[in-house]
């Protein structure tokens, strides 16, 4: 064997939860010396992300299927490395199918490779950064194997933009160009769920859904702390859709979907 220059290891097999998943292992920022974020530092830490709103996506799902039958499909927007794609994907067998969007090259690997080990054969996955129109992004490039919390890149420049772990450089030179599209442009014949978590883009992904939002009202999970608390509120709420906080995400359901019923009731 001829030997080259050493190379870290950064991404890893974990049996999560969630499924044998592709972690980085240093998908993560420190705020102290024992507190931090990011997926991988959950996933590594504790095997699961968020299962409290795993739990509530899939109770949502069972929902429209329930309401609205087979064929339910959802969009990920800020896929990650895929814990929600693979548990909705999962439930969903046989019913219902997933979109799941990532704008990062490296965690778009990630999560295509965690779609096909745990035979997602209802998931896609596509490699681009959703917005409201259709076009190239320049993002900036993250070096993975050092310490950052990846998914909560910003890849369109904010005035405060929040510290990671890395420091992010978005001029040309040194960002690379990926396809921008919106969510209409997929030409989904239903969408039940659209899940949006992209650092402070989720105003212009709804812009970018406009059409499909009102065509189809499908449930709308947007996170809301980057994004412009207010306006994204009274963009949903303009269209006819109750609005809830769960966590750091509005739940947003359109009046005339039954499910809304269910979350009114619940404690």
Same mark, same amino acid.
């Given at each position: %064997?001829?030997?080259?220059? &050493? $190379?870290?290891i950064a991404f890893v097999l974990a049996a999560s939860d969630h499924g044998t998943m592709i972690v980085n292992r240093f998908d993560y920022r420190m705020i102290d010396e024992t507190r931090g974020f990011g997926v991988g530092l959950d996933i590594? !830490?504790? &095997?699961?992300?968020d299962p409290k709103g795993v739990d509530l996506t899939l109770s949502l799902l069972a929902l429209r299927r329930q309401y609205f039958g087979d064929g339910v499909h959802v969009i990920d927007c800020g896929a990650n490395i895929g814990t929600?794609?693979?548990?909705?994907? $999962?439930? %969903?067998t046989g019913w219902? &199918?997933?979109?799941? =969007?990532?704008?990062? +090259?490296r965690i778009y690997y990630a999560l295509a490779g965690n779609i096909a080990i745990n035979n997602c054969f209802n998931a896609r996955a596509?490699?681009?950064a959703a917005g409201d129109r259709?076009?190239? %992004?320049? =993002?900036?490039?993250?070096?993975y194997a050092q310490p950052a919390s990846f998914g909560s890149v910003e890849i369109k420049k904010r005035e405060n933009p929040e510290f990671i772990g890395q420091d992010l450089d978005y001029a040309s030179e040194h960002a690379v160009e990926v396809p921008c599209i919106t969510l209409d442009s997929l030409g989904l014949a239903r969408v039940d769920l659209v899940k =949006?978590?992209?650092?402070?883009? +989720?105003? +212009?992904?709804? *812009?970018g859904a406009a059409g499909l939002i009102e065509q189809y009202r499908p449930i709308v999970i947007a996170e809301f702390i980057k994004a412009g608390k207010e306006q994204l509120r009274a963009w949903l709420e303009a269209r006819d859709y109750s609005v809830t906080e769960s966590d750091i !995400?509005?739940? *947003? =359901?359109?009046? &005339?979907?039954k499910t809304l019923g269910h979350i009114a009731k619940a404690p």
């Open positions: %064997m001829t030997t080259g220059p &050493s $190379r870290k590594l !830490n504790t &095997s699961s992300f929600f794609t693979l548990e909705w994907a $999962r439930q %969903m219902g &199918s997933v979109t799941a =969007i990532e704008a990062q +090259e596509v490699l681009a259709l076009g190239v %992004m320049k =993002i900036p490039v993250l070096d =949006i978590d992209v650092e402070g883009m +989720e105003l +212009e992904v709804l *812009a !995400n509005f739940v *947003a =359901i359109h009046k &005339s979907d």
